[in-house]
């Protein structure tokens, strides 16, 4: 039986996994949704053992579809949604408390306080980021100062921390492993991207002890094995990214302005920099896009917190469509000339504008306003959200960022809303045949770790477009839909 790698991508609202074989085809796929707890207004948590017990039942699933014999799986890749923190106990495996999830606004004012004794500059300048509840380290503290005993746990070096890469490890490896890669590191507010290491000075104002912090390795290397019981035979763990950064190596965005955006629950913007860590003036993020033989590739980020969430919210919320395939259908039904924009900042808004408690509003609405304006507004929202973060890059990068704009996540299948972005963007838009890149990128760097696939470069020449959207609509139009949206944001945020 020919060699196969298993993918495990590890999302906000389900978890996922893969089975490719070598020339990267997928052979079967496992899936499971698992709850979302929002215990308070802004609050979002994920159970572990949940989070744990789906990827175990998702993998089996996969390798049982796929008729795997265990010792044909040569490699695991791991992808993951991105910031998330578990904290758990060295001794027992057990976390000492819920998931905190990336778009839990908890600690809001304390990065807030932070901000006002002027703190921000430093943290941008070591990581790239900003003060902004959406990353790991304020949730560290936040669990610290608030789960009973755990300081002083930590302090002992009794507690582990791990995003949830980290936290499959070292169940993957029975606790023998505690690692990450220096993406997910790129994403803690901890984590020096210019020096590749945990910050002393950083640890420091965030109260987080050393002692909890993982191993941090290059996105292809040796992550131990997973232990025979998990699915017959011992497996090397050998490609680890963030979601983001996964689906730009699937995406095979390896050259220098080259740029991706994934549209699943957020959507995620990622422009390759190559070598030179490019510090944004217009609220993007500096990230690590990949590290391979020791050697970080940075790109510069733009983060929307709610996408396809926000076409959940018109199916599971507002119940107006039964699947969200149909939102497509419904939008080209809107009467044009209404003028109803969607601003769906139900956690906020992130870039450009890093706005914790803003909170979601919908302008221009009349009597003669249907479902239909509104599904419309709601999937221009996305689009008009992509053309804030590619201005705010453009600022950064100059013409470089007029670049072809390469898509995927769940979202991108809806060709009304790809269509519309290349008329807002005024950039065509590429979409290739496998929407699942994140979990192509996570198999990649596994397989070319155990010597199954080639680098990045012949990597590279395999992308092939499903399909290009070439902007259509008018300028006179685009500017003044454009300038409807930022009207509409400054609105909210007044
Ligand atoms: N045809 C479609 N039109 C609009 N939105 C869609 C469509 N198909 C899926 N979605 C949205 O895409 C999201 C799922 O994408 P996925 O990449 O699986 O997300 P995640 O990895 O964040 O869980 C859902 O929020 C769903 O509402
Ligand atoms: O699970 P996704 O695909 O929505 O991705 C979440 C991101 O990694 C958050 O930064």
Redesign the pocket.
């Known amino acids: 039986m020919a060699d196969l790698i298993l993918a495990i991508?590890q999302?906000?609202?389900?978890s996922r996994a893969i089975v490719f074989d070598t020339s990267l085809k997928p052979v079967a796929v496992g899936q499971q949704e698992f709850k979302q707890f929002y215990p308070r207004s802004g609050w979002v948590e994920h159970d572990p053992e949940e989070i744990w017990s789906s990827v175990l039942a998702t993998c089996r699933s996969a390798l049982r579809k796929a008729r795997a014999k265990p010792s044909t799986v040569k490699a695991i890749g791991i992808t993951n949604?991105r910031e998330t923190v578990v904290i758990w106990n060295r001794r027992t495996g057990k976390p000492i408390h819920k998931a905190i999830v990336w778009q839990d606004r908890r600690t809001a004012a304390f990065c807030a306080a932070l901000k006002e004794k002027g703190l921000e500059p430093l943290f941008s300048k070591k990581t790239g980021l900003l003060l902004d509840p959406y990353f790991s380290g304020s949730k560290i503290a936040w669990l610290l100062d608030n789960v009973k005993g755990a300081r002083q746990l930590a302090e002992r070096g009794e507690l582990a921390f791990g995003t949830i890469d980290c936290f499959l490890i070292w169940r993957l490896t029975g606790g023998k492993v505690h690692a990450t890669d220096a993406t997910n590191a790129s994403r803690t507010l901890l984590y020096n991207i210019h020096t590749g290491a945990w910050d002393e000075e950083l640890l420091r104002i965030l109260g987080v002890p050393r002692s909890l912090l993982p191993d941090v390795r290059d996105c292809a290397a040796d992550f131990g094995h997973s232990v025979a019981e998990h699915f017959g035979a011992t497996i090397p763990i050998c490609g680890v990214a963030g979601?983001q950064q996964a689906a730009t190596i699937g995406q095979a965005c390896f050259e220098p302005g080259m740029m991706k955006a994934?549209?699943?629950?957020?959507c995620f913007a990622l422009f390759n920099t190559g070598p030179k860590a490019v510090m944004s003036h217009n609220r993007l993020l500096t990230t690590i896009a990949y590290q391979l033989d020791g050697k970080p590739t940075y790109a510069l980020e733009g983060a929307i917190f709610v996408?396809?969430?926000a076409?959940?919210w018109l199916?599971d919320g507002l119940k107006l469509v039964k699947t969200?395939?149909e939102?497509?259908k419904l939008a080209e039904r809107a009467d044009p000339n209404q003028s109803v924009y969607l601003v769906p900042a139900f956690v906020g808004l992130g870039a450009p504008y890093w706005n914790a408690e803003a909170r979601g509003a919908v302008f221009g609405l009349t009597r003669a306003t249907t479902a239909a304006e509104l599904a419309r507004a709601t999937?221009e929202s996305v689009c008009y959200q992509t053309r804030d973060m590619l201005e705010a890059m453009r600022k950064d990068v100059g013409d470089a960022g007029r670049t072809v704009l390469r898509v995927d996540?769940?979202?991108s299948?809806?060709d009304w809303?790809m269509q519309y972005l290349a008329d807002i963007l005024d950039a065509p838009v590429d979409r290739p045949p496998i929407?699942e890149t994140?979990a192509l990128g996570a198999a990649y760097l596994a397989g070319l770790q155990a010597g199954l696939l080639p680098e990045p470069g012949r990597f590279a020449k395999t992308w092939r477009k499903q399909k290009r959207f070439t902007p259509k609509m008018n300028a006179r139009l685009r500017d003044a839909r454009y300038a409807g949206w930022t009207n509409a944001v400054r609105k909210l945020l007044a």
């Open positions: 991508d999302g906000t609202t389900s949604q979601d994934t549209y699943g629950t957020g996408a396809g969430a076409v959940q199916r969200a395939g939102t497509g999937l996540g769940g979202m299948a809806s809303t929407l994140t």
